[in-house]
């Protein structure tokens, strides 16, 4: 007998044993998730969903940011797009006015330097047929000076 008292003894409080504690810890653990629950657990998925809403806050303010960059730089896009436009348009039409002045202004020198040429070649005129006056004057002179120099030495040989 001894024998069976002692596996009695071994036999309670063993792994398997259904006794009232069973039940007391299993209250104790639900009661251990209940208290974790509200004081650990609950602060902390506040935490949590707290930072998730400042976090899609943040990435929906900045959505519209990001939205407002984007329309700032395209509306800024086409104004240089414009202002260069209007910058080759103004420089075109400076390079065009400037050629034209420039080809005034040949036109307009051309057209002295075939004035004074046309001045010069009237003056040297005038000045050839005075020159050719005043020599065939003196041609007739020199001519008659010959001509009464033959008569005179004709005249004395004769």
Same mark, same amino acid.
């Given at each position: 007998?001894l024998?069976i008292?002692?596996?009695?003894l071994l036999a309670?409080?063993g792994?398997?044993?259904?006794?009232?504690?069973?039940?007391?810890?299993?209250?104790?653990?639900?009661?251990?998730?209940i208290?974790?629950?509200?004081?650990?657990?609950?602060?902390?998925?506040?935490v @949590?969903?707290s930072?998730?809403e400042y976090?899609?806050?943040?990435? !929906? /303010? *900045?959505?519209?940011? +990001?939205d407002?960059?984007? #329309?700032l730089a395209?509306?800024?896009?086409?104004?240089?797009?414009?202002?260069?436009?209007?910058?080759?348009?103004?420089?075109?039409?400076s390079?065009?006015?400037?050629?034209?002045?420039?080809?005034?202004?040949?036109?307009?020198?051309?057209?002295e330097?075939?004035?004074? @040429?046309?001045?010069?070649?009237m003056?040297?005129?005038?000045?050839? !047929? /005075? *020159?050719?006056?005043? +020599?065939?004057?003196?041609? #007739?002179?020199?001519?008659?000076?010959?001509?009464?120099?033959?008569?005179?030495?004709y005249?004395?040989?004769?």
């Amino acid at each position: 007998m001894l024998y069976i008292n002692s596996f009695s003894l071994l036999a309670e409080g063993g792994l398997f044993d259904f006794d009232a504690t069973l039940p007391f810890i299993a209250l104790e653990f639900l009661l251990l998730i209940i208290v974790l629950n509200l004081i650990y657990y609950q602060p902390i998925i506040q935490v @949590i969903d707290s930072r998730e809403e400042y976090i899609r806050e943040n990435l !929906n /303010k *900045a959505s519209i940011y +990001l939205d407002e960059a984007n #329309e700032l730089a395209k509306s800024y896009e086409l104004e240089l797009i414009a202002a260069r436009k209007e910058a080759i348009k103004m420089v075109t039409t400076s390079q065009n006015e400037a050629q034209e002045f420039v080809n005034a202004q040949i036109h307009q020198a051309q057209k002295e330097a075939q004035d004074l @040429i046309h001045s010069s070649m009237m003056q040297f005129e005038k000045e050839k !047929n /005075k *020159a050719i006056y005043s +020599l065939e004057k003196q041609v #007739e002179q020199i001519s008659e000076q010959i001509k009464n120099k033959l008569i005179s030495t004709y005249i004395k040989k004769g």
